[in-house]
Antibody, heavy 119, light 107 residues
């Protein structure tokens, strides 16, 4: 079955660090462009970061310099290292990708993992 | 960065109504425009990709149109399960921005 499953969320104090994981099955994370998208409570979707199959990475301005996206091809897993966390980073974090070659809409999403930044 | 502006931010409609949602990009995004649907507490789902192509399993009452910077999602004959929030997204260039969302509520 083609799926992604996020983990690693939790309650963390401001200034702290957390690493999210997105375990993929049914496809290779190295073959797809893999994204993190977040949604703050009661708010809309906010794109966070992407790693393309060729290795290029990009970030939203709101997380640039604090978050790092990476992948482990041997574990078929995507990561998001989040440092210097702030209250405004509180959100559900989704891993999302494209599974159909030649189309670019995100057709596979995980169930999300919740990050709460609070003292 | 490309800004995506959706309108309206919310609307009230009845079952059977025809509903249109607009999405405007701050610059041309070719055909890299996609629509998503989200129910409360659930992950978003892809509805339409590349402006007008229906994702597998999506009912034909959904359609998309537009070009360059102006795009529209139309629901022809709103059904009870369609009451949700809809988002557009561009994947033409990073950051891959979303619109602010349109919440479709029951009148």
């Amino acid at each position: 079955e083609v799926q992604v499953v996020e983990s690693g969320g939790g309650l963390i104090q401001p200034g702290g660090s957390l690493r999210l994981s997105c375990a993929a099955s049914g496809f290779s994370v190295s073959d797809n462009y893999m994204n993190w998208v977040r949604q703050a409570p009661g708010k809309g979707l906010e794109w966070v970061s992407v790693v393309y199959s060729g290795g290029s990475v990009y970030y939203a301005d709101s997380v640039k310099g604090r978050f790092t996206i990476s992948r482990d091809n041997s574990k078929n897993t995507l990561f998001l290292q989040m440092n210097s966390l702030r209250g405004e980073d509180t959100a559900v974090y989704y891993c999302a990708t494209v599974t159909v070659a030649g189309q670019y809409g995100l057709d596979l999403w995980g169930q999300g993992t919740t990050v709460t930044v609070s003292s | 960065d490309i800004q995506m502006t959706q309108s309206p931010s919310s609307l009230s409609a009845s079952v059977g109504d025809r509903v249109t949602i607009s999405c405007r990009a701050s610059q041309s995004i070719k055909n890299f425009l996609h629509w998503y649907y989200q129910k409360p507490g659930k992950a978003p789902q892809l509805l339409i990709y590349s402006i007008s192509s229906l994702q597998s399993g999506v009912p034909s009452r959904f359609s998309g149109s537009g070009s360059e910077t102006d795009f529209t999602l139309t629901i022809s004959g709103l059904q009870p399960e369609d009451f949700a929030t809809y988002y557009c997204q561009q994947t033409y260039s990073s950051p891959l921005t979303f619109g602010g969302g349109t919440k479709v509520e029951i009148k």
